[in-house]
């Protein structure tokens, strides 16, 4: 299987900083990269596909890039909805997660 | 508007077998292009893909669960479910139902998610 090691584990930062959470694959999966956004007791939600294609209905302050085995979520100004843990998949294989990023208030 | 809605016993002992199933509203499982899957997240833990299947029955599988794992499919119910054998606690998890989309090429997400069901394996 191809391991998914998302950094931080987890993050403070205030409302209307820039905050950037990091995916790294074991192998290269080219784009076949997919971010999610879940709230505390709530399921994912999927915020990016494809590395950089925002899903429908998502703000544009959420953005992603990356291809081969390094990819990045970038949140342009965090709003207070926005404090919840975020998880990257890759779907080049047999689908696997990462182990998520918790992004706190500071 | 597409609903996943997610059902089965709250408590499993260890050895048992973990039973889910997934009523799907909105869109006809049959009817659509979709795979329709199982994710679980284990307490304070990252995700875990299970399984999927299509409405033809066909399935694929995480092949570290692989052969505990049984996914069906019941298009007259609009349901598909979950069958986990001789669970440990290390099964104690939140099992989520979702639809499994493709965006092109290849590129699998899950777009719809049902709410999640607590399964805790304990005696």
């Known amino acids: 299987d191809i391991q998914m090691t998302q950094s931080p584990s987890s993050l403070s930062a205030s409302v209307g900083d820039r905050v950037t959470i990091t995916c790294r694959a074991s192998q290269s999966i080219s784009t076949y990269l997919n971010w999610y956004q879940q709230r505390p007791g709530k399921a994912p939600k999927l915020l990016i596909y494809?590395?950089?294609s925002l899903q429908s209905g998502v703000p544009s302050r959420f953005s992603g890039s990356g291809s081969g085995t390094d990819f990045t979520l970038t949140i342009s100004s965090l709003q207070p909805e926005d404090f919840a843990t975020y998880h990257c998949q890759q779907s080049y294989t047999t689908l696997t997660f990462g182990q998520g990023t918790r992004l706190e208030i500071k | 508007q597409l609903q996943l809605q997610g059902s089965g016993p709250g408590l499993v002992k260890p050895s048992e077998t973990l039973s889910l199933t997934c009523t799907v509203s909105g869109a006809s499982i049959s009817s659509s292009s979709h795979y329709w899957g199982w994710i679980r997240q284990p307490p304070g833990k990252g995700l875990e893909w299970i399984g999927s299947?299509?409405?033809?029955?066909?399935?694929y599988n995480n092949p570290s669960l692989k052969s505990r794992v049984t996914i069906s499919v019941d298009t007259s119910k609009n349901q598909f479910s979950l069958k986990l054998t001789s669970v440990t606690a290390s099964d104690t998890a939140v099992y989520y139902c979702?639809?499994?989309?493709?965006?092109?090429?290849?590129?699998?997400?899950?777009?719809?998610w049902g709410q999640g069901t607590l399964v805790t394996v304990s005696s």
């Open positions: 299947i299509y409405y033809s029955g066909s399935t």
């Open positions: 494809a590395a950089s």
């Open positions: 979702a639809m499994e989309g493709s965006m092109g090429a290849g590129i699998r997400v899950f777009n719809y």
